[in-house]
C-alpha cells in the first residue's frame, strides 16, 4: 500500500505508453488520490493499463487555490500521486507550489521517476552533457525570444531548450542568427512516438532542414544546442574573423563584407559588421 499522508511526484510516458514504469502504475493504482494536470488525459491513460483511481485537476490555474487543502489531506494521513499530462512533474509542469508546501509541513515527498523529454533528448543528441542548462519554453514574441537568446549567446553549457510546431522554425532562426549559423545543435521532434525525429547539424543546416520539409514542422520538439566555444577557442576565431574581413574590405564597404563573412563563418553578421567598422577605422 501506499504510505499514508506521503506526496508521490509520479513521472508517466511522453508518448510510448510502454515507458510507464511498473512501479507508477503500481502507486497509481494504490494512492488515494491522484492530482492531475488534466483529469481527462490521466484517465485515458490509467483506463488503459486498467488503473482505477479518484482524481483531482491540479493545473497552472488552479494550482495555488488547491494546494492548502491538499496539504490537509496529507496531513490526515491521505496518500497523493502527482502526475502532469506528459514526464516528469514541475519540469515545465505544474506542481512546484504542491511540492514546496509538502515539504514546508514536514510532510515526505517521493519520486517514482521515469520518462523526461530533456533527458531523453540529451541521451540522443550527440551535444556534450556533463554540463547542461534547461532554459524551457522561449518567449513567443519576437523581439522578446530574441532578447532572451541573446542573452544566452554566450553560455559555454549545452542549451535544452522546448518549442512547439508554431514557432520551432522562427526560434531556430533567431539562434542562428544571434549564436551564429555553424554553432552545432540537434533537434529532437516527437520523441518515444510514431514520427520520432533526432537530426543533429549546424544551426544554418537544421534550419535549411526545416524549410525545406513543413512534415518537419510538426510536433513537439527539443533543441539540443551546443554551448558557447571558449575563451582560447573564440580567440582564434576572432583572429581568423579579422583576416577575413580585412581582405573582403579591401574590395567590399563593411555591410557586404560583414555580411559575406557572416556566410563563410556563421558569426552573427551585426558583431561582424562591428568589427568591420573598427577595422575600416583601422582599429
Known amino acids: 500500500m501506499a504510505d499514508p499522508g506521503t506526496l508521490y511526484v509520479v513521472a508517466t510516458p511522453i508518448g510510448n505508453l510502454g515507458d510507464i514504469s511498473a512501479r507508477a502504475l503500481d502507486v497509481l493504482q494504490q494512492v488515494t488520490l491522484v492530482a492531475a494536470e488534466d483529469t481527462r488525459h490521466t484517465k485515458r491513460l490509467l483506463a488503459h493499463f486498467g488503473v482505477s483511481a479518484t482524481l483531482l485537476s491540479l493545473h497552472e490555474h ?19 500521486a502527482l502526475v502532469s499530462d506528459a514526464g516528469t512533474p514541475l519540469v515545465s509542469d505544474p506542481g512546484y507550489r504542491l511540492v514546496s508546501a509538502a515539504h514546508a509541513a514536514g510532510l515526505p515527498v517521493r519520486t517514482v521517476p521515469g520518462p523526461s523529454s530533456i533527458i531523453a533528448a540529451l541521451s540522443v543528441a550527440g551535444q556534450a552533457c556533463d554540463r547542461f542548462c534547461f532554459e524551457g519554453f522561449p518567449p513567443s514574441r519576437t523581439a522578446a525570444r530574441r532578447r532572451w537568446l541573446e542573452a544566452l549567446a554566450a553560455e559555454p553549457r549545452t542549451l535544452v531548450l522546448l518549442e512547439s510546431s508554431h514557432r520551432i522554425m522562427d526560434c531556430v532562426a533567431d539562434l542562428a542568427d544571434l549564436f551564429g549559423a555553424e554553432r552545432s545543435a540537434t533537434l529532437t ?10 537530426r543533429r547539424g549546424t544551426l ?28 582560447a577557442e573564440s580567440s582564434g576565431l576572432a583572429v581568423q574573423c579579422d583576416d577575413l574581413l580585412q581582405a573582403l574590405l579591401a574590395e567590399l564597404p563593411a555591410s557586404r563584407a560583414a555580411a559575406l563573412a557572416a556566410r563563410l563563418t556563421g558569426e552573427p553578421k551585426r558583431t561582424l559588421y562591428a568589427r568591420a567598422v573598427e577595422l575600416a577605422k583601422g582599429g
Open 62 to 80: 488552479n494550482e495555488q487555490a488547491r494546494v492548502g487543502g491538499l496539504v490537509e489531506r496529507l496531513q490526515d494521513g491521505a496518500s497523493i
Open 189 to 198: 521532434r516527437e520523441l518515444s512516438k510514431t514520427f520520432e525525429t533526432v
Open 204 to 231: 544554418g543546416e537544421l534550419l535549411d532542414w526545416l524549410s525545406a520539409d513543413p512534415q518537419q514542422r510538426k510536433g513537439e520538439f527539443v533543441l539540443v544546442v551546443a554551448g558557447a566555444p571558449g575563451p
